[in-house]
């Protein structure tokens, strides 16, 4: 009888750690959206915000598959090239999003240019650089780190203040779910 009952023990904590590990690697590659500007969107800067959007982007970590929120009016988003973003060159973009709540995924790893397309604007600032992460960049083992591997430059920095509050709500609120999952599930079949 006890040893049934630590078999069926051992069992339920595998089960568990499994489902634990498939609930995180569903959050993993389901992607963060990014809120761009947080609740002031994606608008000419006025010079009081306390960031750029480049610094805004230079302290988050972007992986394929993540996207952007830019929430807008009156305006518009320009994906342009390198050339066309240092020199605010909205006449022939590789992309241009007008519907003033446009979510971008990110579907390779490299370098994104995004600028307004309102006259001005970008040279106002309103513009922005993404460099997302090559695969290779990403730490393999993310379910199980290990601390010498990439020298913690590498992985999803979930703790790190950078990460704006939208982005965080997006996270609890995936995991809120996946747990909620879990619970139903153990309630179903123990
Ligand atoms: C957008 O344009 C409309 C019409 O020109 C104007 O009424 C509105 O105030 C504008 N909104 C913003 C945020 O500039
Ligand atoms: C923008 O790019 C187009 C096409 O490459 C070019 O003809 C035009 O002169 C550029 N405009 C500016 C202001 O650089």
Not at 164 to 177: A, D, E
Request: aromatic share 14%; net charge neutral.
């Amino acid at each position: 009888m006890a040893s049934s009952a630590a078999c069926s023990k051992a069992f339920n904590n595998a089960l568990f750690s499994a489902l634990v590990a498939a609930c995180l690697a569903a959050v993993l590659v389901s992607g963060f959206q990014f809120e761009v500007g947080g609740k002031t969107g994606w608008t000419k800067p006025t010079g009081k915000e306390p960031e750029t959007y480049n610094q805004w982007a230079a302290k988050n970590r972007f992986h394929i598959g993540d996207t952007l929120n830019f929430k807008y009016q009156n305006d518009s988003v320009l994906v342009v090239s390198s050339a066309d973003y240092l020199n605010c060159n909205t006449s022939n973009p590789i992309s241009k999003f007008e519907d003033g709540n446009t979510v971008f995924k990110f579907d390779r790893s490299g370098f994104f240019y995004f600028i307004s397309g309102q006259p001005g604007n970008c040279k106002s600032g309103q513009k922005l650089i993404v460099r997302v992460m090559h695969p290779s960049e990403v730490e393999a083992p993310e379910l199980a780190p290990s601390p010498s591997a990439g020298g913690g430059d590498s992985g999803r920095d979930w703790g790190s203040p950078s990460a704006n509050s939208t982005t965080k709500l997006f996270f609890v609120s995936y995991f809120v779910t996946a747990l909620a999952g879990l619970f139903v599930f153990l309630y179903v079949f123990m």
